[in-house]
T-cell receptor
Framework: DQQVKQNSPSLSVQEGRISILNCDYT??????FLWYKKYPAEGPTFLIS?????DKNEDGRFTVFLNKSAKHLSLHIVPSQPGDSAVYFC???????????FGTGTSLTVIP | KAGVTQTPRYLIKTRGQQVTLSCSPI?????VSWYQQTPGQGLQFLFE???????NKGNFPGRFSGRQFSNSRSEMNVSTLELGDSALYLC???????????FGPGTRLTVL
C-alpha cells in the first residue's frame, strides 16, 4: 500500500515559469516531509524539508507547502530553470524510527 | 567529507544466484538505510541498520537481508534472485539530528 503518492509521473514547464509538484500521503502519523531531486545515474539529493509544525518552508527558488488537513504537500520552483530537469521524490516519516516512505517520483522537464 | 559510496555500481546476475551489495556511509554516520528503486514503485524501503542492529524493516521477503559492521559499513544480500529483483539499490546514511539522509549513487542490479 503506497502511503505517499505522487500522482503525476511527469511535468513539463517553460523556463522562467513556476513548477508545482504535488504529493499526497495517507498516514496521519507522518510529521516530517522531504523533497529529493534525482538525476540519472546518481542517488537522490536532499532539496528541502518541512516539519508538521509549519505549513511553509522556503529556500531560495524552492518552497514547500504543507496542508495537514488535506494530507497534501507541494513543491514550488520559481523561476524554473533547465537545470531543474530531474525526477523529484517526496518522502515522509513519523516521529518514531527513521523509516522514510517515498512517492513514485515526478519527472520534471524545464523547456528552455 | 567523502559521500556515501556503494559497490559495485553495476551487476548482472542470473535467476537463482545470490548477490551482496556494499555501502560505506559518511564518516560518523551510524544509520544506514537501504532502498529499492524501480520505475513503477519508486523508492521502496528495505531496512535500516543502526549501530549494527536492524532498527526498521520494510515489506520485503526474507530473501533480502542485511547487516552492519562495527565501522558502520553495511551489506545487503539477496538470495535466490528473481527477474523482478532487477532494480537500482540505494543506500542512505544519516547521523545528524535533522533526519536528513544522504544517498549513495546506487548499485544497478540486472537479473537475467
Amino acid at each position: 500500500d503506497q502511503q505517499v503518492k505522487q500522482n503525476s509521473p511527469s511535468l513539463s514547464v517553460q523556463e522562467g515559469r513556476i513548477s508545482i509538484l504535488n504529493c499526497d500521503y495517507t498516514n496521519s502519523m507522518f510529521d516530517y516531509f522531504l523533497w529529493y531531486k534525482k538525476y540519472p545515474a546518481e542517488g537522490p539529493t536532499f532539496l528541502i524539508s518541512i516539519s508538521s509544525i509549519k505549513d511553509k518552508n522556503e529556500d531560495g527558488r524552492f518552497t514547500v507547502f504543507l496542508n495537514k488537513s488535506a494530507k497534501h504537500l507541494s513543491l514550488h520552483i520559481v523561476p524554473s530553470q533547465p537545470g531543474d530537469s530531474a525526477v523529484y521524490f517526496c518522502a515522509a516519516s513519523a516521529i518514531i524510527g527513521n523509516q522514510f516512505y517515498f512517492g513514485t517520483g515526478t519527472s520534471l522537464t524545464v523547456i528552455p | 567529507k567523502a559521500g556515501v559510496t556503494q559497490t559495485p555500481r553495476y551487476l548482472i546476475k542470473t535467476r537463482g544466484q545470490q548477490v551482496t551489495l556494499s555501502c560505506s556511509p559518511i564518516s560518523g554516520h551510524r544509520s544506514v538505510s537501504w532502498y529499492q528503486q524501480t520505475p513503477g514503485q519508486g523508492l521502496q524501503f528495505l531496512f535500516e541498520y543502526f549501530s549494527e542492529t536492524q532498527r526498521n524493516k520494510g515489506n520485503f521477503p526474507g530473501r533480502f537481508s542485511g547487516r552492519q559492521f562495527s565501522n558502520s559499513r553495511s551489506e545487503m544480500n539477496v538470495s535466490t534472485l528473481e527477474l523482478g529483483d532487477s532494480a537500482l539499490y540505494l543506500c542512505a546514511s544519516s547521523g545528524g539530528s535533522d533526519n536528513e539522509q544522504f544517498f549513495g549513487p546506487g548499485t544497478r542490479l540486472t537479473v537475467l
